[in-house]
DNA sequence: GGCCATAGCGCG
DNA sequence: AAAGCGCGCTATGGCC
């Protein structure tokens, strides 16, 4: 059974039940107080929640506590489809979605999108001139009939993706556990005492003025790369770039104190005590998370940065007194992807055990660990890695195979998909011009081995978006799978924390056994759902720890 | 003063 | 020995 939603301007709204097919199956329904009404609902029929974002409308239920168990994005629903039928430009909001089906001129996305970031105050209704909450409620009604037409194959992976807006606006509410002292501690430790205003750390001044002196005395920016290389230049040893990594070839004793630098700079800039103002209040550090906010399925975040918390600063995140955190993360998940993807039996056998590089290393590299990893990182990102791909190559065929023709599909201009049906962007106006047939009477000379290098570029795209977004489509499941087997409430597990290939809950230490048999199992589900029958496992290494800083 | 591209690093 | 994918975020520096 579905329920199909809107709020009116005052706390209540309209409800209406809906078939699986999205027909209306009663009348509907005005609440006064919109929370109350949905959490009894939920208790009486645990309907699926049919409505236009979750962002925008679950945030306010679950302040009140209404907990919902499933819904369907709109929105989100939208995103999906518009892809998978080729067309990615086009707005994906409801209220687009509604405009296009009846008709009328479609409502960019920026616009909702600026009233969510800067004016909470205005109502979308409002701004976009919407109708009545009756009249939003048949649009919603019908939009999701739409969608329900066009669902095709994609069930799972829309229905995944609702779960997935639902954890990501109760992890928002929950909160890292974050403790602001150890990570002042910390910085202090590395920076020095925090300084007065907005002078540098103590630390930084200091390497500041050792990288000068290192350039003979010279007045140097070491936040500024132009000054870098210039200095480097100066001193007779001219370079491409100021990366770490060209830093590291080079014999000259400003390198050790530039490198030493600039990961404390970044550290300070980044995830300073500035972040720490903004980002973590009453213990918690609270992402705003974007679900589906990355092409290939993985969340994106809206200031925070909670996709990079440094590992430097990952031992402020500690679990509440008489709580721990349980940490898993898949081992290797994109080559077991990969391996299950491709339906290889070579790669299929080495993803069946605990380390498959290892595994692989003794199958077709003579026990080299580290070659054969290389080698199949460069399958599935598209390096050039000569003698180790013909190896690949020749012992697993299969693997190879999949996404030698991922790539060749989006050198060739083609969309790819997911395993579960997440398609790719198809290729800008510029890239078709760029690779088409050259045009005019005096073609560019070069144009021909621009048209190859973009082409190439594609490919490597594709190529590893068919891995990253099949994982992603893993992970989501994972996630939602997690999701419906944790007990709801503040007293109990709480998920806290997902990040591409991970996931944290946050629970009292005596339910920490259950919380790592119940992600387990969650896993297992996954593979189940995503790739049915393969001998392809999955293994999530899962630590119940005090601090974040211990799981790995 | 704001806007934008670029460089560079963090995470997976 | 080997090289590549996806992001968010910050500082610099050129531009208006």
Known sequence: MRVAVVTDADGGGLLRALAEDGTPTGPVERVGDLPVAVAERERAARPRWVWAATADLYPRLLAAGARVDRCHDLALTEGILLAAEGRWGEPRSFPAAWARLEGRPVPDDAVRAAVRAGQPALFDHDLLALPDPAELLAGVVAVHGEQQRRLGGLGLLVAAESAGALAAVEMAAAGLPWRPEVHDAVLTELLGPRPRGGAAPLVLQELAGKIEAAFGGQPLNPDSPAQVLRAFAAAGTPLPSTRSHVLREVDHPAVPLLLAYKELSRLHAAYGWTWLDVWVAGGRFRPEYVPGGVVSGRWATRGGGALQIPHALRRAVV?????????????????????????????????????LYAALAADAFGGDRARAKTALLAAMYGGDVGQLMIVLRRRFPAAVGYVEAAARTGEAGGLVRSRLGRTCPPPSAGWLAATGPAAGPDPDPDAGARARRIARDRGRFTRNFVVQASAADWALVLLAAVRRRLAAGPAGPQLVFFQHDEVMVHCPKADAERVAEVVAEAAEESRRLVFGDTAVRFPLAAAVVDRYADAK
């Open 319 to 355: 679990a509440d007194p008489g709580w721990v955190l349980v940490v898993a993360d898949a081992s290797q998940l994109e080559p077991r992807v990969l391996a299950a993807l491709s339906g290889d039996d070579g790669l299929a056998r080495a993803a069946a055990g605990g380390d």
